[in-house]
């Protein structure tokens, strides 16, 4: 009896090719679209930049420290002056900092003399221009180590076209200022700066990687999000048939035919999982073929589909019995148009939204679908089904819960009246 | 057989059915007459099971249904005035699918299905999806589906509403032929007073919920055994010649639509001269004025004030 409900039901999905096509085809488009057109954003990618800098030293730093190591009065050892040479701070930012093999992936560094100053000005190419004054450096030097003050500033020249890439020089001029205040600290209180290299070192704290889970891709991700998202108009579908069955005594019908309304509620209920189950293999072997989503740990993609799928036979019996209850299909057209939108956003369907705010995260995990949703990319990540046991207890509650409200709220007699 | 002991329904503090007793004996063909509204589904639902009375009782061979009410949907048939079908499978299909939860299988189901077709002239379309057939042929699946358990009562909740002239006499035809070859009992229910006219051998007229006639045609008819029908046509009905009418003492009743007045008088009254004159004096024109006797239609006229089609 319960067999021939879902044969019925199936039946009745098979021969309606544009709630197929909606249910079905839909995800499949949606993931196409928004994991191809935000690839780049998922997959960690940078967007390409590149930043054109250019650096006018209006007097050499080697002349500077002569000038310097002259007004001290005194013979400097040839060390000294070796060291003096190696803080050179307009040297060390070109070398240490603009010239790193991490910046010059990016920054592409020119140095220029005054005669060319105006040109780049003028060039849009440049992003920024870096102007070090007279006696910068020496005037720095004099600090450190005559502990004589004295206000020296480099001139920054920027591009406001090239935002970003001025957000970034900007960002490193003042991060490499920093290190220059701090580096006058050290000297102005006598610190041996091996001694404060080292215990720096002691409080830094360990920072573990995530290398070793797989990354997910834009695809994996999507994918994953619009299978959770649209499994969940099956729910909503059933409970329009169901509702249809009533309106249309179809349901007094099965009543009369002596078949108990737990048959036709169970019926209900297995088509809801049997469904929900087939439309996510159906979602994921797509996506397995033709984008190569693939799962590391298929028992636990196995076990969390499952569990997911009767989350959805919950709601599917749920809104059944409530649009039952109430005589009307209101509550699943508020289901499918409103809810479902809402809760996708909520779950992280659309987009990370999660990682915006730990409470949006929650929320989103109190949702079948987000719960759905984070235990399968949980599991595309590598880790394993005890990983993801919140999720999955999370699922199987909210299922068995809508069942039993589903259960307490069924017509106790035939629709009819 | 059947029978309806002070049956009532109240849905919040209005009375859908109200203190309705009647009775059915094996065989029959039971008409039960009234306009919308009259309560006849309400009363359906209850005497098939599918709705519990607020007072009174349905007893089926004189035990209640309401304490067994299984027993009794395994001789009942019901046919509801909706088309209780999935319209997206085939008639096979749908005999299948409701066969099955009649508990039928195998061979009996297939041949029942068979049976069923041929009664009800689907043979031909059994693979087609219900979607496609015409008003009529879905309403001859919908008497089919209710026949898979050979019921002893055959409950029509109004299974001609909207259908052609064709499919409705094969309906009427194959109703018959039910009661006859099968000695099946019949409840109809309808708001067309010529098949009830055609059909049963009793009749109960039902309005706003109460019983307010029964009998057979004949014994009905009687009751307006003293007065006869005259009907008038014209195409310029207005409000003065309607009042001239009501307003006339020997006029007894009065029921307008738009081109039509029913007028119901003593059966020795004569109303002509005063019809031309009314009319006369109200600017119009008349049609036709026949005089005639007294149908079911009429009777209802007469008991409730209003048309069955109202």
Sequence with gaps: ?417 | MLELVDLSKKFKQLYAVKNVNMFVERGEIIGLLGPNGAGKSTAISMISSLAEPTSGDVRFHNESILKKPGDFRNIVGVIPQEIALYTDLTADENLQFFGRMYRLKGSTLKNKINEILDLVGLTDRRKDVVKTFSGGMKRRLNIGVALLHDPELLIMDEPTVGIDPQSRNYILETVKRLNKERDMTVIYTSHYMEEVEFLCDRIYIMDHGNLIASGTNEEIKRILSSEKTISIKSDQLNEQFISLIQEHPLVNRVVTTDKEITLMVAKEVSMFVELTKFAEQAGIELTSVHNRTPTLEDVFLHLTGRALRD
């Excluded at chain 1, 060319?116 to 030097?141: H, Q």
């Excluded at chain 1, 091996?194 to 999507?222: C, H, I, P, W």
């Excluded at chain 1, 799928?309 to 009307?328: D, F, H, P």
């Design chain 1, 1 to 417: 009896m319960i067999g021939q409900i879902i044969k019925k039901q199936a039946l009745e999905f098979l021969r309606n090719p544009v709630q197929l096509l909606l249910l079905v085809g839909l995800p499949i488009i949606l993931i196409l679209i928004l994991g191809v057109a935000l690839s780049g954003f998922m997959n960690g990618e940078s967007p390409v930049i590149k930043v054109k800098l250019a650096i006018l030293e209006q007097e050499s730093e080697e002349v500077q420290l002569e000038r310097f190591a002259d007004d001290l009065g005194e013979e400097l050892p040839t060390e000294a002056i070796e060291e003096m040479e190696n803080i050179l701070p307009i040297e060390r930012l070109k070398q240490d900092v603009l010239g790193s093999e991490e910046a010059s992936k990016y920054i592409t560094l020119e140095e220029i003399s005054s005669e060319d100053k105006e040109r780049v000005l003028n060039d849009n190419t440049y992003t920024a221009l870096i102007e070090v004054p007279e006696n910068f450096s020496y005037e720095i030097l004099q600090y450190w180590f005559s502990a004589e003050e004295k206000r020296s500033s480099v001139h920054l020249y920027t591009n406001t076209e090239h935002q970003l890439g001025v957000s970034i020089v900007d960002g490193i001029l003042t991060q490499y200022q920093d290190q220059l205040t701090l580096h006058s600290f050290i000297n102005e209180k006598q610190i041996d700066p091996v001694v404060f290299e080292e215990n720096l070192q002691n409080v830094t704290a360990d920072v573990s990687t995530m290398g070793q889970q797989r990354a997910v891709s834009s695809k994996d991700y999507y994918t994953v999000g619009m299978a959770v998202m649209n499994v969940l108009f099956i729910a909503s579908t059933i409970g329009s048939i169901a509702f249809l069955e009533k309106s249309t005594f179809v349901f007094d019908r099965i009543i009369l035919a002596n078949v108990s309304r737990w048959t036709y509620f169970i019926g209900i209920l297995l088509s809801g999982m049997i469904f929900a189950f087939l439309h996510l293999l159906l979602i994921f072997g797509f996506a397995w073929i033709v984008f190569g989503v693939t799962w590391p740990n298929l028992f636990g993609f196995t076990f969390v589909t499952m569990s997911f799928a009767i989350a959805v036979g919950g709601i599917a019996v749920l809104l059944t019995a409530l649009c039952y209850r109430l005589n009307s299909e209101v509550i699943t057209n508020f289901f499918s148009s409103i809810l479902v939108s809402l809760m996708a956003l909520l779950g992280g369907s659309f987009f990370p939204i999660g990682d915006s705010s730990a409470f949006i995260s929650k929320m989103g995990n109190v949702t079948p679908n987000g719960a759905g949703m984070s235990a399968y990319l949980s599991i595309l990540r590598g880790n394993e089904l005890s990983d993801v046991t919140n999720h999955v207890v999370f699922l199987l509650l909210f299922g068995v819960i809508s069942i039993i409200v589903a259960a307490w709220s069924f017509p106790k007699r035939g629709a009819a009246l």
